[in-house]
């Protein structure tokens, strides 16, 4: 059995380890227009033996080469080796597809001017970032979009010693993430260490010279200095290649039934360019997040002869550092909730990390979030902060929401207390009490 693999980020990444365990007498071949190295997060040192090990194992790589066409009927792909320009037919039995996203562009006046880009994936960061290095007199970098990618490529940046605006629509960062107590901490840090933040301005238009380069960028309030701009307002999923052969929604996205079947026989797809069903609301959702295509990845090679695991939703987990904080959310917020129709109700607490007795320099203090269904107890999702690092325990929280736990369960849940980690009332159990209190 030959099994093409497209893609070779999370869910690539984790489909070609799936199929080597399970299906150890298939071939594989591994495609990639990019760099399979840095696209899975190998080392120079580990790459030579990463190679050997997966040719021992039947896997073929193919770097730099683009899958420009798909033939479902004939079970074939078409590809292109970007470097040279050389075409080639190939068979399968079966084919995974993680195409992955592209990012969104903005169709406004001046979006031709160089020096415009995107940030696709690692690779592109990588490159960017050691173009920076060379390039000191490019000073001014204006991010358009205050999403995760944006406030931590602002971080990036501003490390690097850039003057860095990070502009966006909405009237604080991470609005769509985070309750407005956590991201005014962030936006504080973000000013402390540089960061021009222009919030709630439109972007209209982006400015040039003569020499076709990008100078500025104008709101619909002021106009800012730029010696490069990024885009950082969202992503689409790279499946217009695809559009003859499967199903696709209105939003471009693959359509996978719950076992990451496409609606063409022995293909199926993951990541980025799939929707992903909710647990709590059952809804299917695009949801860009590494383990979420490693997830989905399991579920497809399980499935690859006979439809047996279905794919039984995600929360939606994540987390991320931002400057000296670290912060993470799952589930449900507020607004989700009441987008959904789905009565809720938070808990806020905001305590010490440590016992109070902890001198000053060791201490930090923690925020806490608890969303549930007023009416049923349900636990509904989570968002917390630190200066600690407290982000494993969102996962307590994604755990309980899988496990349809009640307020009343969380809060009698067995969660370990040491004084050199945290606070005798751990702060999911107090909350999840309050929570109780008030039902």
């Not at 399970?22 to 030579?48: C, F, K, L, N, R």
């Not at 009237?171 to 540089?194: C, K, M, N, S, V």
């Not at 849940?413 to 040491?418: E, M, P, R």
Request: charged content about 15%; aromatic content about 6%; proline content about 5%.
């Amino acid at each position: 059995m030959h099994i093409i693999i497209v893609g070779a980020s999370h869910g690539g990444y984790a489909a070609v380890n799936g199929v080597m365990a399970h299906y150890p007498d298939a071939t594989i071949g591994w495609y990639d227009q990019g760099s399979i190295s840095v696209a899975a997060a190998w080392s120079h040192e580990e790459d030579a033996s990463q190679r050997r090990t997966l040719a021992a194992k039947g896997v073929t790589l193919f770097d730099g080469t683009q899958v420009t066409a798909l033939h479902t009927e004939a079970h074939q792909i078409e590809t292109k080796v970007i470097a040279t320009g050389k075409t080639e037919t190939v068979h399968y039995d079966k084919l995974i597809l993680s195409p992955g996203s592209t990012t969104r562009q903005l169709p406004i006046p001046g979006i031709e001017l160089d020096n415009i880009q995107t940030i696709p994936n690692r690779q592109a960061l990588t490159t960017l970032r050691q173009k920076l290095s060379q390039q000191p007199d490019m000073t001014n970098i204006t991010i358009v979009g205050a999403g995760y990618i944006g406030v931590s490529m602002a971080e990036s940046f501003a490390k690097m010693g850039k003057q860095v605006t990070l502009m966006d629509i909405s009237d604080r960062i991470l609005a769509r993430y985070l309750a407005p107590e956590f991201t005014t901490e962030l936006e504080d840090a973000l000013q402390d260490h540089g960061v021009n933040l222009v919030l709630g301005e439109a972007t209209k238009a982006f400015i040039g010279n003569h020499d076709h380069q990008v100078t500025a960028v104008e709101t619909d309030t002021a106009t800012y200095p730029a010696d490069l701009v990024i885009l950082a307002i969202g992503v689409q999923p790279d499946t217009a290649w695809l559009k003859d052969q499967l199903t696709l929604l209105p939003n471009g996205m693959i359509e996978t039934d719950d076992y990451m079947q496409t609606s063409a026989p022995d293909v199926f797809a993951i990541g980025d360019a799939t929707m992903s069903r909710s647990t709590l609301t059952g809804a299917r959702q695009p949801i860009a997040l590494s383990g979420n295509a490693r997830h989905e990845a399991r579920i497809a090679v399980a499935n690859l002869l006979t439809p047996t695991i279905p794919f039984d939703g995600i929360q939606g987990t994540s987390a991320l550092r931002l400057f000296d904080y670290t912060f993470a959310a799952t589930g449900l917020n507020q607004t989700s909730a009441e987008q959904a129709g789905i009565p809720v109700a938070t808990i806020a607490i905001k305590q010490p990390h440590l016992l109070s007795n902890t001198p000053a320099a060791q201490q930090a203090t923690d925020w806490f979030n608890l969303f549930y269904n007023p009416e049923t107890g349900a636990v509904l999702g989570a968002q917390l902060m630190s200066t600690a690092d407290l982000t494993a325990t969102i996962n307590v929280i994604s755990v309980a929401i899988q496990a349809h736990f009640t307020v009343q369960q969380l809060a009698e849940a067995d969660l370990f207390f040491q004084p050199e980690f945290n606070t005798p009332d751990h702060i999911v159990t107090t909350a999840a009490q309050k929570a109780v209190d008030m039902l």
